[in-house]
Structures are given as C-alpha cells and as structure tokens.
C-alpha cells in the first residue's frame, strides 16, 4: 500500500515496529515504533504518559514527511 | 475434445514465409493452414491441426502492439463464433528463439487472445529472450533453442506442452521445460519438511549443491516523492493496516488475508473511542489496540497536532485494512484505489501506520 | 539425567466404567475426567467430552490446543525418569472465538491429508468459561484444561507395558565422531502477548530467551502451547511433544552428524528485543561450536523479520542455516510469500502456501462450538456452499503448514 500511494506522488511515512519487513516492503520515510500491538502506545504507562509519547511518535513522523530522502531512510 | 486439435499458429514475417526483414513492418495477416514451423509441429504431432496461421511482421507489434493486438483480435473472431467443434482449442506462437521483437509480439498475442477467447496459449522462446520476463506470468513459455538451428526440439517442447495443457495433465517447469511462471503451488513430498531440512543443511556443510524451495524474490522500489514544504499548510491523511474499524466490523474485513479496506469519517471525531472502534486484525493480541485503538492509529495526537497548527488540514476519511497474511496482490490493490481517492482530494502527506 | 520415554499406540478408544487401556483399547470413563476437570477449575461453566477417531465423517472446529497424554512414572523433574506417553491419542481443546485464529481438523477426506490431528483418537474437550473472563483468562481457563486432560488420560497408561522405549540424553554425554559436522538447533517460540504466548517449564517464554536447553528436557512436555495464531503454524503443545527435529537429530547423532544442542529463542514484538534476542542466539549458537544450524519457526509476517535475521547473522558468523518456513502467496500462488528476506537465506524448505485453498465436503458430525461456525467465516477467507462444503484457506486447518516440518506438504513455483 505504501508503494502505491507513494507511486501516485504523495510522500508516505510508514510508521510501524518491525523496520526490516518496511524496508522489504519499500518504504521510503520509515518512522519505528513502540511495538506490534500498541505501535503507537505503550499500556505499561499512565494514561498521559502515553499520549505525550504518541504525540512524539506523531510529530516525528510530520518531520519525516517534510525531509526530503534520496534513498530508504529511518528517521 | 475432438481430434484432430484445431490450432491457430503465430509466427513472424519471416518463418510464415513472408519475406525477411524488408516486411518486418508488415500488419499481421490470417493465412489457411499451417506454415514453416507449423508443417513441422503437425508432423510431430499428428493429434494437431494447424487450422490458421498468423503472419505478422515483428517491427510492426513491436511498435504498434496495442493496434497489432485488435488486428488479430478481429482477425479471429470469426473462428470463435463458428460452430462449437470448429472452434480452436489452443494458440501457438514460435518458436521465436532469442529474437527480442519476434518475442515481444509472440507473448502479446498469446496473453490477449488467452484472455479474450479463453483458450490456452503457448510460445516459444529461448530462456534469455527479454520477453521472457515481460510475459512469464502470463502465459505458458516453452523453452527454445538460441537459433534456428534448434527448430525441431524447440518445436516439439512446444508441442507438448501444449498437448498436456489441452489434456488437463499436470505440468512442472522443470520436467516440461517451461519458463516458470511465478505461481506457487502446493503438493505432498515423499518426506517431512523436518527430514527435508536436515538432508539439505547436511549437503550444504558438505559443499554439494541443493536446491532451496523458495528462491529469495527481489523487492520492486518507488522513487521518493518530494517532501512536505511546510506540514503547517499541508493536507494530510491517514491509512492503517493495524485493522482498526468501527465497532461490529461494518465492512467484515478478514482477521486475516484482507479482501477489502474499509473507507471510515472521521469529521467532527478527535480520537477513537474503544466503545466505538475496535481491530479485526488476527495477527496481534488485540487486548491493547482494543483498550484503546489510537494506540494502533493515533487519531487522538493526529487532531490535537492539527489544533496546534502542526498540520494544515486532515481528510475527512481514514482507510483499514488487515495486514495479516494478505497477499502483496491485494495491497497493492487497495494501494492504487486508495492513492486515487487521496490524489483526486487534494491530499499531500499520508502517515501510515502498521502493527 | 536421562530421560526415557516409554511409548504406547492404542487401537481404538471408548467410554467406559475405568478409565484403562485394556487390549490395546483405551477406556475412558467421561464422568470421571468431567468431574476433574470442572473441580481443577471453577472458571469452567460447561463441558463436553467426545471421541474423534481417525476416518469418521467428523469435524472439528475452533480447535485451540492439542496434547499427547501423558504420565512421569519415575523421577520427578523435567528430562528426569521414565515417561509413559499415548502416541496415537490426543486431546483437542475447543472453545468459542477468541483470538480469531482457532482451527478445524477434519477426520475423514480431502482435509485429513493436512493435519497429523486426523490420524490420532481425539478426546474432544468443548470447553465453556464462566461469563465476564477476559480473553487471556478464558485461554487460560482452556489451555490448563487441556493439560489436566492429557495427565488424567497419562494415568490410564501408568502402569501399562511401553510399545517402544527410548532413552534421549543431554548432548554434552552423548559420543562426538570427529569426522561429522557439528548441528544446532535453533528453535524459535511465538511469544507476543497474552493470547500469543508459549510457556517453557509453564514460565511465559517472553522472559529468559534466548537460552540453551537440552534436547533432553525438551523431549518431555517442557513447552506448551498458548497462542492464538494462525491454526496451520501455531505450533500447538503436541507439536512441542513431537518435535520432529529433535528425534532426527538424534537419531542421526553419530551416524550423519553430531547433535550439539538446542537454542531455545523467541520472536518478541519490539525491533530492539527482535535484534537482541537475534544477536544473542547466534552468540550461544557459536558457543555450542555448531558449524550448521536449522531454525524452526512458529506463526508468519513480524517472525518472518527474526528468522531472516537470526540467517543472516549466522551466515555471516560463518554457521550454515537451513530454515523451515511456510508461505502465504495468495490464493493463485503469484503473491510475495514471505514479509522479510534476505540474499543469505539460500537453503529454505517451504512447508506450503498457507493461502492455498481446499474444499471440505460436509461431515455427518460437528464437533466443538457449532454455534460459532458462521463466526469463522470472519476469521479466515472461506466460505460455506450450499451443500454445507466448506471452502476453506489451508491456514485453518491445524497444523497443516507446521514449520517444525512434521507435514510432508511443501510448494513450488509452476
């Protein structure tokens, strides 16, 4: 899916856990997360904890979409 | 099927005995009966007819395929509208050896009068002929010689393959030296996939050759697309595979090998509640994603970040999917239906998110 | 600190007074084996007991765990003793939906051919739970179930005469010929989440991998099964019972190559646990002094990621691998098969495309949640025909793509 929409023109971030299956897949701008479950999320943390690391994750993302790439690149 | 098989036969300016390369821009032409490798392939094969065969200069489809490909097209449609026993049973087309152009119309024709009159369609090609990759997927390719020195063996691996396909038989690359044609299939070996393991790590320690049984594929790639001038301005969507939907499953997507994506409003909504949206992915344990679904598909984030003035605007849908066990066919499907929704609405960024 | 097993077929099963083997049949009285199990466990609402033997017309669905019965008649601690164990009887937990991927194992027809559960005599256990237990709990509930079955079915053979004796023993006593080479076994365990977890010695196998363990103690019931994934290759707890590549190896030990042990790994959720777990491994397996490796695995997609990287890396440490893996290439076969490769996986053996489709024809019996029937329909692509034939993907069927390689089913490209 990455590769399609990407193919249309449209900068795609692939935010998911396992980076080498991304890499596999072909996407460009590669975001890791937390972990396959909870990508964006993490139970083992209070409440707002976890949404000020989701907003991280998210920001981080938005940065990765506005940084040009060459090549395959994890931010 | 009646005997004789009735065949319809391709071959280039040259073999259908036309003229050399002074005709290779020649627009195909229907000739009765069989020609050059046709006279060889029915004395090989005396349960064959060459009804019809098809003469076409190989510049011409090769520049012109599409126009070619009505042409014969057209050509033929008198034989698939005459009665039942007259009809065809199969199209053959070379062996067209290592000659690239010659290849290329070979393989177009077989792949649309396959598809449009539903019959099988067999070439023949030299394993290197460039076409070879074009269009091993689409249809069958026997194995040819380089050159016309290797005519008559190229000719009868057409040949039987050909037969066996008309007669249901089972086929292997290997056995009836064809081109694979990247399809997997399954079948019941004589020993265990444990015995199996452990016979070929023990020739692979001694330094004897083994074959693997899954050849490691090579991954396409897509170029870049520029990046985001300023997120503060831009349209952004978002797409999961994480398999979050709304509650009940609306659209059933699969818990695994996904048939379809789900298309689902988000407007005036700022993050997925777990009384409304759940996953229907298999893959994971859902206890998490379930508890609170911006964990997979961070909704909540996305809108508080827009508030903030760190995204322009978000596109009113999100699309879910289940990336479990689904074929790489089927996303790219749901890749290109998505991408169009999202080019013809303005979106620029896309933040995809997987588990 | 050998181990011996002491193994029994049996030639059929029945309900009876006392549960028994008597003349190679196996008795087995319902209402004793009812009532232990309800009184292990209060969290069991409903129960039903029944026998599946191989070439019935019988279906069985929302099949969740299997395992061999089994008794420790001498010693007390793992890989200790004398075990006596009923090779050709299994108990099959069902229970209703919970993690999406329970199975179906068909006695009879096209689809006993892929799953070792047709030729075995099943003691089918539909298990209900109490109303208001979590998912993990409700597994929990059915899983404990399942093992207390197969100890109260271990009794009936305590005192019986093994069929077969065999005697495994740690690799570190067994005779070295110094002209084979020297084989590892890595063997990789789903170990996710709460509905995808095996246990080793009943403790989560998300904690303490990777270690090395002796084959030994894995011979006897070390590793249970507790996970949800696809039915075709979870590696259920008589898969761990009957883990083919460790009988292979040794019986080959001396003869073709010499077994130096087992690594135990696991297949985490996060990269960082994936890449450690992955560069521990390759340490012990150095460790061992194997010049060869086979990994097993266990589930498809993210694990995909630690079998190519647990090659990889002992490719690169100069350890040749040969890797056990199932394929999930489309219904047509024309899809990528794998989510990760890598150019060193040179040697895999394919256990079949898990996409490939087969059609059940109807059964004159229906064994576990019937109810739930229509619900597997959401769980994998199938659909029911209108002569109730059921066209199913190979993923549901138990242990059909098992990627310990206990199946001879295998693919090729055509």
């Known amino acids: 899916m990455v590769k399609e929409i990407e193919r249309a023109g449209i900068p795609v971030v692939h935010c998911c856990s396992i980076i080498p299956i991304s890499k596999t897949v072909g996407a460009n701008r590669i975001v890791p997360t937390i972990a396959i479950p909870h990508p964006f999320g993490d139970p083992a943390l209070r409440l707002e904890e976890e949404k000020t690391v989701r907003k991280e994750l998210v920001k981080k993302a938005l940065k990765a979409l506005a940084t040009p790439v060459n090549q395959q690149t994890i931010f | 099927m009646a005997l004789p098989y009735r065949i319809i036969h391709c071959l280039n300016q040259f073999f259908g005995g036309i003229g050399g390369e002074d005709k290779a821009s020649l627009k195909p032409c229907l000739l009765e009966g069989p020609r050059g490798p046709g006279n060889i392939l029915q004395k090989f094969f005396p349960d064959i007819e060459v009804t019809a065969t098809i003469a076409f200069g190989d510049n011409y489809v090769a520049e012109n395929t599409d126009r070619a490909v009505r042409e014969v097209l057209d050509m033929l449609r008198p034989f698939f509208e005459s009665a039942k026993a007259e009809k065809p049973v199969m199209l053959l087309a070379g062996p067209a050896f290592n000659a690239g152009r010659y290849g290329l119309a070979c393989g177009a024709l077989c792949k649309a009068v396959a598809a449009r009159y539903e019959i099988p369609a067999v070439a023949s090609m030299f394993p290197q002929n460039p076409a070879v990759n074009e269009y091993r997927k689409d249809i069958y390719i026997a194995k040819a010689g380089e050159d016309v020195m290797a005519m008559e063996e190229s000719v009868r691996k057409l040949g039987v393959l050909g037969l066996k396909l008309l007669e249901g038989e089972a086929i292997w690359p290997e056995k009836d030296e064809y081109i694979p044609r990247g399809f997997r299939q399954n079948y019941f070996h004589t020993q265990s996939g444990a015995t199996r393991a452990i016979d070929m790590l023990l020739k692979k320690l001694k330094g004897e050759s083994f074959t693997t049984e899954y050849p490691m594929p090579t991954f396409d790639r897509v170029k870049p697309a520029p990046a985001i001038k300023d997120m503060s301005t831009a349209r952004l969507a978002l797409v999961t595979s994480g398999g979050i939907v709304p509650k009940g499953n609306p659209d059933r997507i699969s818990a695994a090998n996904a048939q379809c994506f789900g298309t689902y409003s988000i407007e005036g909504i700022s993050a997925f509640t777990p009384e409304s949206y759940q996953t229907a992915h298999g893959g994971y344990d859902p206890t998490f994603a379930n508890e609170n679904p911006n964990r997979v598909l961070p909704l909540d984030a996305v809108c508080e970040l827009a508030a903030e003035g760190f995204i322009g605007t978000l596109h009113e849908y999100y699309y879910a999917t289940v990336g479990n066990a689904t074929s790489v066919a089927n996303a790219r499907k749901f890749g290109e239906s998505i991408a169009k929704i999202l080019v013809a609405d303005g979106v620029q960024a896309v933040i995809l998110t997987s588990t | ?414």
């Open chain 3, 1 to 414: 600190m050998a181990l011996t097993i002491g193994s029994i077929w049996i030639e059929d099963i029945e309900f009876g007074h006392k549960s028994l083997l008597r003349d190679k049949i196996l008795v087995v009285n319902k209402e004793d084996l009812r009532n232990f199990l309800l009184g292990k466990d209060n969290r069991i609402r409903a129960l039903d007991i029944a026998l599946a033997k191989p070439e019935e017309s019988t279906r069985i669905i929302c099949v969740k765990d299997v395992i061999a019965p089994w008794c420790k008649v001498k010693g007390d601690a793992p890989g200790e003793g004398v075990n006596h164990v009923v090779k050709n009887v299994a108990v099959v937990t069902c229970g209703k939906i919970v993690g999406y991927q329970e199975g179906i194992i068909d006695m009879s027809g096209p689809g006993a051919a892929y799953s070792p559960f047709s030729q075995t005599f099943n003691v089918v256990l539909d298990i209900e739970v109490v109303p208001g237990l979590e998912p993990h709990q409700h597994e929990e509930v059915v899983r404990l179930a399942g093992l207390a079955a197969a100890n109260f079915l271990g009794e009936a053979i305590r005192t019986s005469e093994p069929d077969l004796l065999e005697t495994f023993d740690s690799p570190d006593v067994l005779p070295v010929s110094p002209d084979l080479p020297k084989v590892a076994y890595v063997y990789m365990l789903l170990s996710q989440g709460l509905l995808h977890d095996t246990y080793v010695f009943g403790q989560d196998a998300k904690a303490g991998m990777p270690r090395i363990i002796s084959p030994h103690v894995l011979m006897d019931v070390s590793i249970t099964s507790g996970n949800c994934v696809s039915a075709c290759d979870k590696n259920t707890t008589w898969h761990h019972q009957n883990n083919p590549l460790l009988r292979e190896m040794y019986q080959r030990h001396g003869k073709e190559l010499n077994f130096v042990g087992v690594v135990l790994t696991n297949e985490p959720v996060r990269l960082a646990a994936k890449q450690d777990s992955s560069a521990k491994t390759i340490e012990l397996v150095k460790s061992m002094g194997a010049e060869g490796a086979v990994i097993s695995k266990e589930g498809f997609g993210n694990p995909d990621a630690d079998q190519m990287m647990l090659i990889r890396g002992l490719e690169e440490a100069g350890v040749k691998t040969t890797s056990i893996t199932d394929e999930y290439a489309g219904v047509d076969g024309g899809s990528q098969s794998l989510a990760d490769v890598t150019s060193e996986a040179d040697a895999i053996i394919s256990v079949g495309n898990a996409n490939g489709l087969i059609i059940l024809p109807p059964m004159d019996r229906l064994l576990g949640p019937i109810k739930d029937l229509s619900h597997l329909a959401g769980a994998y692509p199938q659909s029911v025909h209108d002569d109730r034939s059921l066209e199913i993907e190979l993923q549901g069927i138990i242990g059909s793509t098992n990627e310990l390689g206990s199946q001879r089913l295998s693919c090729r490209e055509i």
